[in-house]
T-cell receptor
Framework: GAGVSQSPRYKVAKRGQDVALRCDPI?????LFWYQQALGQGPEFLTY????????KSGLPSDRFFAERPEGSVSTLKIQRTQQEDSAVYLC????????????FGDGTRLSIL | AQSVAQPEDQVKVAEGNPLTVKCTYS??????LFWYVQYPNRGLQFLLK??????LVKGSYGFEAEFNKSQTSFHLKKPSALVSDSALYFC???????????????FGQGTTLQVKP
């Protein structure tokens, strides 16, 4: 079956522009996570959805970052007024439940801010 | 606070030799422990997990890991390395589900495994 799909794979934006990153999770997966992976680092948690409810957004680095999952399936991570430090790979993961269920990751969106 | 440490940035082994990638963790409650592998320009692929039960867990591609509660370690092992095992390996921890736990993963910094022919 299809895995987690993320688009675009690569995004280049100028500083100050807004960007939107899309995640299409595995069908039927209740839990959806966003992570940020800086070059040479491990992924860091950004936010978590259970169906359409955003239950944890403690990892969002600033109020420029916004995520939504309005119908409990596709999710969008939006970054407003991008800055150079936002350059990273943004990974989306989904799982059937939480905790013991392994998370399935997409290939990520590599964001470069010029 | 939860944390994961992978003390080695890089591990080099010869093909056919056993490999070990080290991981230690810190978590307040009972941990759920995971290993993931990442190939260049790809997302993370799940290898194995420890939830409860037998301390030795077996996973994909011949990998296994040993949970040691007293040493708070969860080292990844494989009896005979393949060149195709060369990749970036991440250890991760999440707390057992509770009222405030979402299952988010806390990752180590990663260890690059290089298997030479």
């Amino acid at each position: 079956g299809a895995g987690v799909s993320q688009s675009p794979r690569y995004k280049v934006a100028k500083r100050g522009q807004d960007v939107a990153l899309r995640c299409d999770p595995i069908s039927g997966h209740v839990s959806l996570f966003w992570y940020q992976q800086a070059l040479g680092q491990g992924p860091e948690f950004l936010t978590y959805f259970q169906n359409e409810a955003q239950l944890d957004k403690s990892g969002l680095p600033s109020d420029r970052f916004f995520a939504e999952r309005p119908e409990g399936s596709v999710s969008t991570l939006k970054i407003q007024r991008t800055q150079q430090e936002d350059s990273a790979v943004y990974l989306c993961a989904s799982s059937y439940g939480q905790g013991a269920q392994p998370q399935h990751f997409g290939d990520g969106t590599r964001l470069s801010i010029l | 606070a939860q944390s994961v440490a992978q003390p080695e940035d890089q591990v080099k082994v010869a093909e056919g030799n056993p490999l070990t990638v080290k991981c230690t963790y810190s978590v307040s409650g009972n941990p759920y422990l995971f290993w993931y592998v990442q190939y260049p320009n790809r997302g993370l692929q799940f290898l194995l997990k420890y939830i409860t039960g037998d301390n030795l867990v077996k996973g994909s591609y011949g990998f296994e890991a040993e949970f040691n509660k007293s040493q708070t370690s969860f080292h990844l092992k494989k009896p005979s390395a393949l060149v195709s095992d060369s990749a970036l390996y991440f250890c991760a921890v999440s707390e057992a589900p509770g009222s405030s736990n979402t299952g988010k993963l806390i990752f180590g910094q990663g260890t690059t495994l290089q298997v030479k022919p």
